[in-house]
């Protein structure tokens, strides 16, 4: 029992099995994004070379940072997401589920935004505070939607269980398809990705919340984020996609995956940056409506039994 | 071998620091990471902190009023780093040999303040891409081998 507690925690789907697959993804976002920016790219194992380089590197704590926080802050991403991850895999693999383990999950998934805030308010330094004060921002403007758009996925498949959603894709009715562009618009924001990077923007505030951050605190919020690569696309995958099985339906899930990570990365590399105040309005007035009309479908279609509406 | 500077052989994060150049050298360094020379097949990218910086990328013949500030990107910057001195001017005032305000080379300022530290001579007047890629990787393949 113990050693097959710490076998999904540390091996399958959790630690070394998360890790390999964020480090693949990773570079599946580097190197697609050079391939369109016509360069070559990096090597498969660049991430991996990024965060072993930056675990051997110094750790240094500013004069004016509040030790304590500093030093916690970075733990909290890498956590929530390992948790998520673990719950979605034995979800789908296993088909072993809870009753509101997709509310479990989707507060999991609010740990890795909510420790950069914290990290990058403890630092002391101007820009990673207003790094923090954009990456909140966008929080309160991508979780609405986000929350919307899931709210629509359970009343379309009548379950809190991830696994009733596995049984039929939610995304094959109307009010399924319009939920899941606004949850993959959400997606990116929450990936940090073009057009949702202000809190990190590299040319005006020179890497945002991380600024201060180096050596092996800086690794961990890298973790963090390629964890995020694997663990936010399948949790799309899973309630919107009809997530994956055993045998040759793990490689149509994985087909899944990649599908809905190369959509992110289009859409990351094909446009520029919106302002914190763009990217409220895009969420609270484009794609919160959508996920509004999504929710009314579902519950439309529920009343009058349309199973495609 | 040193597996810390193995690490930083493989994914050099490149910090750009100017102490009073002409902006030529800078312009060639941006030029690295353009498609048509692609720095990032070697793992490197730029950085916009000298917390996250590998190699210091320093420009100019390090004037009065830059040294202080040079000095604190120095203690600023997580160790192990290096520094890669781009330009004639960085690796030998070149022009400025007898200039009143320029207190260069980079190594001289480098050794003030950690005899340790590593400093990479690019030369050129501004380096062609071609030739910062070219010293950098040299460089790196050299670092294996030492204890940085």
Known sequence: MVGSLVFDFFVFPGLVFTLAVGIIASWVVRKVSALIQWRVGPPLLQPAYDIAKLFGKENIIPSGSSEWSYLIAPLFGPAGLLLASIILVKANYLGTSFIGDVIVVLYLLVLPALSVILGGMSTGNPLSSMGSNRELRLMVAYELPLLLAITAAIVNSGGLKLVTFTAQPVVASISGSLGFVAALLCIQAELGFIPFDTPEAETELMGGPLIEYSGPLLGLYKISHLMGLLVLPLFLVTVFLGGFSTGWGALWGALKYVLVLVGIILIKNTNPRLRSDQALKFFWYGAAPLALLSLVLAVVGNLIGLGWV | ?148
């Open chain 2, 1 to 148: 071998m040193n597996w810390k500077s193995w690490g930083i052989s493989k994914s050099p994060w490149l910090y750009h620091v100017n102490t009073g150049s002409c902006n030529n050298c800078d312009i060639e360094i941006v030029d690295c990471l353009t498609p048509k020379f692609d720095v990032e097949r070697f793992g490197g990218k730029l950085v916009g902190s000298p917390r996250h910086a590998d190699v210091l990328m320093v420009t100019g013949p390090i004037t009065r009023k830059s040294k202080p500030r040079f000095e604190r990107v120095l203690e600023a910057s997580a160790k192990p780093f290096i520094v890669a001195a781009v330009g004639t001017c960085a690796c030998s005032k070149g022009m400025f040999h007898d200039a009143y305000n320029c207190v260069g080379p980079v190594r001289k300022v480098t050794e003030t303040v950690d005899e340790d530290i590593m400093v990479l001579n690019i030369p050129g007047c501004p380096p062609r891409p071609e030739a910062i890629i070219d010293g950098l990787v040299t460089g790196l393949n050299q670092l294996k081998e030492v204890e940085v």
